[in-house]
């Protein structure tokens, strides 16, 4: 695994960025290390390790497996340090990872470890990234499909300690939940002063992303990748400048009937497009692969200077 992956991790010469827009932490250890803390691991987290497509429900409980590893600061430092190091080793510009993390799924939920552990072991892990020249950003994640209640006790759960790395909020999870019953959420968030942003168009249909944009007031989107469905919500999405995380390995994996990757089509609409890996403790990827996808996709390299401006100027780890 460990020889596959560092194969994996040079960057594309199609000018690669160090910035890892979208990625879970809950969904980022090390596989070696996870091996070396579980007793057996399910055969379907083996097969997503080897790269092999899985079922939607196969995906969900390998991701709870390692979730459930991260039980002490230390387990969370890892976790963390995992995510920096799929990053390419030689890439142009800055580093950094905006970093997607559920206390409330860690802390109450599971019942895994205390916020306060939860927050030394991202400390830890930020210190860490920082002597390698990594900035690192959290932006909290709530579960849209357990509805508001899950996004307000989220945001009870934090308010009273929230460190300073913490600067956004997302929801995440199946796209049940009407995105304008969220909205009071969101605004709470950001008199708490955090940015927001939402997985949309993903799981859900493309119009979940129009009414995230319109009715949530939402300039942040994860995925996406349903925009490619209706060509309205694509100029919506270039008019507002939203800035747009796809994850190319992840999106195919998890999102069957897209057979090939709509990034090209986003992107000649006006979309600002950036990558991240999603969950590549999971689903096997890094930073560098994403990359070579979406210079396999775009076939063009002013493609893929918008794709690096894109990065850095939407990064919330570089701006806070």
């Known amino acids: 695994m460990n020889d596959e992956m560092s194969e994996m991790s040079e960057p594309p010469k199609s ?9 879970h932490l809950e969904g980022s250890v090390d596989p070696d290390w996870a091996r070396s803390q579980a007793a057996s691991v399910p055969d379907a987290l083996e097969a997503f390790w080897r790269g092999q497509a899985m079922p939607f429900t196969d995906f969900i409980d390998s991701f709870f497996f390692i979730t459930d590893l991260l039980t002490s600061s230390d387990a969370v ?5 995992a995510v920096v190091g799929r990053l390419p080793k030689n890439c142009g510009g800055p580093k950094g990872v905006d970093l997607w993390c559920s206390p409330q799924t860690l802390v109450v939920d599971r019942k895994l470890l205390s916020l306060n552990e939860l927050w030394k072991g991202i400390e830890q892990g930020i210190s860490d990234a920082r002597e390698q020249g990594v900035s690192v950003a959290v932006i909290l994640d709530a579960v849209n499909n357990f509805g508001i209640v899950n996004g307000h006790t989220l945001l009870d759960l934090v308010a009273g300690d929230m460190p300073p790395f913490v600067v956004g909020f997302s929801t995440g999870g199946l796209e049940r939940v009407p995105f304008r019953q ?7 968030a950001r008199a708490l002063g955090l940015r927001c942003a939402a997985h949309a168009g993903e799981n859900g249909p493309a119009s979940n992303i129009r009414e995230a944009i319109e009715e949530a007031n939402l300039n942040r989107i994860v995925h996406a990748v349903r ?3 209706d060509p309205s919500i694509l100029e919506l999405l270039a008019e507002r400048e939203i800035a747009v995380d796809v994850c190319i ?3 195919l994996a ?3 009937e897209i057979k090939r990757h709509p990034i090209k089509i986003m992107m000649d609409a006006g ?3 950036a990558l991240g890996t999603d969950d590549p403790g999971v689903i096997y990827t890094d930073l560098g692969n994403e990359w ?5 996709l775009l076939e063009n390299d002013s493609y893929m200077e918008r794709l690096f401006q894109n990065s850095v100027q939407g990064a919330w780890c570089l701006n806070h």
């Open 249 to 251: 390995t992840s999106n």
């Open 15 to 23: 000018q690669p960025t160090g910035i890892d827009r979208h990625v």
């Open 182 to 188: 969220w909205a009071p959420v969101f605004d709470r």
């Open 254 to 256: 998890l999102v069957p």
């Open 77 to 81: 430092r890892r976790a963390v340090n």
């Open 227 to 229: 925009a490619a469905e």
């Open 271 to 273: 979309v600002r497009c």
């Open 292 to 296: 070579r996808r979406a210079a396999e």
